[in-house]
């Protein structure tokens, strides 16, 4: 698919960007498991993103500082920093959507050299010693979604553009009707292949920059 003019990227953070899901990470970990029935709920899709993570948040154990130092034991995937640069040469834009929180997607950046890339996420709020989550793009989204990748996409492409979107699960799923390229892994190749959406496998960023570079620039 070659095509000339301009591209915007997008990428998930949680289990896209780090090589595993920080966000469940830190909730199975520090809620000590009372999750999984929350989780489980959102997944069947009874209960919406923010519902999910308001009960989320609401069982968890930790200071924002005991939160943060597990994030260490996370890796980032292989070739995102490649990714950022191989964007950042060719004026590339590049948002990173997430439904998750934001202090750990910018603390988890920051600990691998990015404190500069837009991070659009659900906030977290450290009241007290308990940790609450508002919604700052709720309401401009689907309903379901506390931060709906697919109304980012749109409000944040412009016309005449190519927008690609990365991500690997459940919460990506209204970017499919939004991007023109998805790239997939794990949940998200899953659903891709039950909708019958177009979608690229991929297992690490390498594999995008070899991508976009062969059948797009
Ligand atoms: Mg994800
Ligand atoms: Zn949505």
């Known amino acids: 698919m070659k095509k000339a003019g301009a591209i915007r990227v997008f990428s998930d953070f949680d289990g896209t960007i780090s090589a595993k899901d920080v966000g469940a990470s830190l909730f199975n970990h520090f809620s000590r498991k009372r999750n999984g029935g929350t989780v489980q709920l959102w997944l069947e899709q009874k209960i919406s993103s923010r519902e999910c993570l308001w009960r989320e948040c609401s069982y968890i154990d930790a200071s924002k500082q005991e939160l943060l130092a597990a994030l260490d034991r996370i890796d980032i995937r292989k070739g995102f920093p490649e990714f950022v640069s191989f964007l950042k040469i060719r004026s590339i834009p590049l948002h ?122």
């Open 96 to 217: 990173i959507l997430s439904d998750g929180l934001d202090f750990y997607i910018q603390a988890f950046l920051a600990r691998n050299g990015f404190d500069d890339l837009d991070v659009h996420a659900n906030n977290a709020h450290f009241v007290n010693g308990s940790l609450y989550p508002s919604f700052p793009h709720f309401v401009a989204g689907c309903g379901f979604c506390g931060c709906c990748k697919g109304e980012r996409i749109n409000s944040l492409s412009n016309n005449g553009e190519l927008t690609i979107f990365i991500g690997d699960g459940f919460s990506d799923r209204c970017a499919l009707g939004a991007a023109d390229v998805v790239f997939a892994r794990g949940d998200l190749e899953t659903l891709c292949r039950e909708k019958s959406v177009d979608c690229l496998p991929f297992a690490d960023f390498f594999d995008v920059i070899n991508y976009v570079e062969r059948e797009i620039l």
